[in-house]
T-cell receptor, first 114, second 115 residues
Framework: GENVEQHPSTLSVQEGDSAVIKCTYSDSASNYFPWYKQELGKRPQLIIDIRSNVGEKKDQRIAVTLNKTAKHFSLHITETQPEDSAVYFCAAFNTKTSYDKVIFGPGTSLSVIP | NAGVTQTPKFQVLKTGQSMTLQCAQD?????MYWYRQDPGMGLRLIYY???????DKGEVPNGYNVSRLNKREFSLRLESAAPSQTSVYFC??????????????FGEGSRLTVL
């Protein structure tokens, strides 16, 4: 089955700096790589995702890059703001089958210092 | 369109008591999931259901049972609650198969305390 590793576990940046979180996956059949943001006391919510046929995707200040050969993908947040402080989770799975477990990485706690 | 609805939102149990967490989705999704999240920890998969009538174990299934009652509903049962099961439980669902993106939609969570 899929195994997802995520680094770092905690990240502290100054407001306005960039933040990068990296995930690695093990199953080459995985074709979908989402990133979820979870604010304190709230449910996880999708912020950006990428499919295996794309190398990079951007949405305003956030971007995700995928390296299928190395089996890793990264979340990039530029011009960080205090409201970016949250826990971020990555996942990797195969959307073509409903029988694929959806396993999340252990999470990264991001703190943006004003 | 309520999305994913979980009940109850809060529950306190004594060790050895049983209870069922209910989850329902109105998005016609075929796959449903139960996760637990301990304080400061990540999301660990307990059980999932790829389609109506099927269920499979996730990463941490011990002490739990599930029922996929129909396409909308997926319940999680604790037969004999233990303090180690104190956690926040999230239900999630997604469309699977074909060309859909596979985004997981989460419920608001159920906070369970076992004394």
């Amino acid at each position: 089955g899929e195994n997802v590793e995520q680094h770092p576990s905690t990240l502290s940046v100054q407001e306005g700096d960039s933040a990068v979180i990296k995930c690695t996956y093990s199953d080459s059949a995985s074709n979908y790589f989402p990133w979820y943001k979870q604010e304190l006391g709230k449910r996880p919510q999708l912020i950006i995702d990428i499919r295996s046929n794309v190398g990079e995707k951007k949405d305003q200040r956030i971007a995700v890059t995928l390296n299928k050969t190395a089996k890793h993908f990264s979340l990039h947040i530029t011009e960080t703001q205090p409201e970016d402080s949250a826990v971020y989770f990555c996942a990797a799975f195969n959307t073509k089958t409903s029988y694929d477990k959806v396993i999340f990485g252990p999470g990264t706690s991001l703190s943006v210092i004003p | 369109n309520a999305g994913v609805t979980q009940t109850p939102k809060f529950q306190v149990l004594k060790t050895g008591q049983s209870m069922t967490l209910q989850c329902a989705q109105d998005m016609n999704h075929n796959s449903m999931y139960w996760y637990r999240q301990d304080p400061g920890m990540g999301l660990r998969l307990i059980y999932y259901s790829a389609s109506e009538g099927t269920t499979d174990k996730g990463e941490v299934p011990n002490g739990y049972n599930v029922s996929r009652l129909n396409k909308r509903e997926f319940s999680l049962r604790l037969e004999s609650a233990a303090p180690s099961q104190t956690s926040v439980y999230f239900c999630a669902s997604r469309v699977s198969g074909g060309t859909f993106t596979g985004e997981l939609f989460f419920g608001e969570g159920s906070r369970l305390t076992v004394l």
